[in-house]
């Protein structure tokens, strides 16, 4: 490689503070964001794309380490490769919210009211269980559905603007199932068969 950045014209101190720890930076930036995305794939379950990203995660990860120790004697190669690994996990947890994988649960705890947010979860054919429970204050509605991770956006301005004081959690699914059936052919049905809870 270094002969290569020769034959370009760059000389060997260009090449060895600037441009090696320039391609070591980038290739750890990705390679650790390809691994971020991979290990939440696997979380998740998704046993398609998951191998695949790993094999080039390694891969590049292998081409960074081999230059690494071509030039073992570079400080500034150590550097760029520890910001790498740094940049490239925060990287990666964005890319990962900006593709939104995977569904997630959501529970919301009312002591309002919640026909509104049920309308609304009914209007975008999101499945959910409705619980009456008590809390500290009294009785409450507990709201239980699973959206997918995009559907979030819209579905959490909702409930604070229908129940303003409503408390509300979110965490992530591995798995559904009947994930492809249809909230119209399955209306009332629950969100998760450990509940056995009939909506109401």
């Known amino acids: 490689m270094q002969e290569f950045f020769q034959e370009l014209g760059f000389s ?14 980038l290739a750890r930036v990705a390679d650790v964001s390809i691994g971020t995305i991979r ?6 379950g998704k046993k398609g794309l998951a191998p695949l990203l790993g094999f080039f995660e390694s891969l590049i990860w292998l081409l960074a380490i081999g230059q690494i120790f071509q030039h073992i004697d570079n400080p500034v190669s150590y550097i760029s490769y520890a910001t790498g690994y740094a940049f490239g996990t925060y990287v990666g947890i964005i ?12 529970r919301v705890i009312t002591a309002l009211p919640a026909n509104d947010l049920i ?3 009914e209007r975008k054919n999101h ?11 009294g009785k409450v509605n507990i709201i239980f559905t699973v ?7 819209e579905l959490i301005p909702k409930v604070k603007e229908y129940n303003p004081k409503a408390f509300f959690t979110i965490e992530g699914v591995k798995k559904v199932s009947d994930e492809e059936v249809s909230f119209k052919e399955n209306k009332g049905i629950l969100i998760g068969k450990m509940l056995d809870i009939r909506s109401k």
């Open 12 to 25: 060997n101190q260009i090449f060895a503070f600037f441009i090696l720890p320039l391609l070591i930076f």
């Open 39 to 44: 290990v939440i794939l696997v979380m998740q």
């Open 95 to 106: 890319l990962e919210e900006k593709m939104a994988i995977g569904r997630v649960v959501v």
């Open 119 to 121: 309308d609304y979860l």
């Open 127 to 137: 499945r959910y269980s409705n619980i009456d429970a008590t809390g500290n204050d």
């Open 147 to 153: 959206v997918k991770r995009n559907a979030l956006k």
